[in-house]
């Protein structure tokens, strides 16, 4: 029987690390690592009624930049309070991303999710992603084990979780063996709408030109 289990009401395989604290995330560096979660109590709450009118973001700021975030964030439609609120965490969370894998610049896209985006389970072609939820349910994932399972053609019994608000680091197949594997929750034809974060390490063919510009139409997030 096919079971969804969020991780804060069970414990974590071996692979993956949660903490309450937000330095915690550096498990995701560790070999045997490939999902380190950070559960928040206090990440920013978003209405999904505040996403009526926003745009998509995409864009590439320099480590520790913050004020081409909540700009960006205004420029797509968000009201001046809750770009401020996203703005601030957002940029704090590009920032522990930045200093923990040592780079200089990387990619932010806030997203609003109505349908099945990524619905199939995979692993990403990076060495670590941030994704982050700050409306509608969160990232589903699979153990290791269900994971191999899955690619030999045996349906996962159960799937796991990540709880809205909560960050999580995603190691990929550039960095990884086994890479955890992922996809967004099935929402389509619910009313569901999700507002999902993904901050990638920029890659060196993205225009300096980009840094603080916002975008529509970008890829799905996760």
């Known amino acids: 029987m096919l079971q ?3 991780c804060r009401r069970s414990a974590p395989p ?21 999902l380190a979660i950070w ?23 320099p480590a520790g930049a913050r004020s081409a975030i909540p700009d960006a964030l205004r420029a797509a439609g ?5 770009a401020a609120l996203l703005g601030h965490d957002i940029a704090d969370l590009a920032a522990r991303f930045a200093a923990l894998l040592a780079l200089d610049r990387v990619a932010i896209r806030l997203e609003v999710v109505e349908t099945d985006a990524c619905r199939r389970f ?25 994971a191999l399972a899955l690619a ?3 349906e996962p019994t159960t799937i796991r979780s990540i709880a809205t608000g909560d960050v999580a680091l995603f190691k990929g197949h550039d960095r990884s063996e086994t890479p955890i ?9 619910t009313g569901t709408r999700r507002l999902v974060l993904v901050i990638d390490p920029a890659r060196a063919d993205q225009p300096a030109a980009a840094i603080g510009s916002a ?8």
């Open 4 to 6: 969804t289990i969020e």
């Open 14 to 34: 071996a692979h993956a690390c949660t903490t309450a604290d937000g330095k915690g995330i550096d498990a995701i560096l560790a070999e045997p690592v490939n």
């Open 39 to 61: 559960q928040r109590d206090d990440a920013p709450v978003v209405d999904s009624g505040d996403l009526d009118a926003v745009a998509d973001v995409a864009l590439i700021v």
């Open 78 to 82: 968000y009201d001046d309070a809750l």
């Open 122 to 146: 995979h692993a990403d072609y990076v060495a670590v992603r941030l994704i982050c939820t700050y409306a509608g349910p969160g990232t589903q994932w699979l153990a290791n084990d269900d």
């Open 152 to 154: 030999g053609g045996v």
């Open 181 to 189: 594997v992922h996809r967004s929750p099935p929402i389509a034809g």
């Open 215 to 222: 975008a529509t139409g970008a890829k799905p997030a996760r």
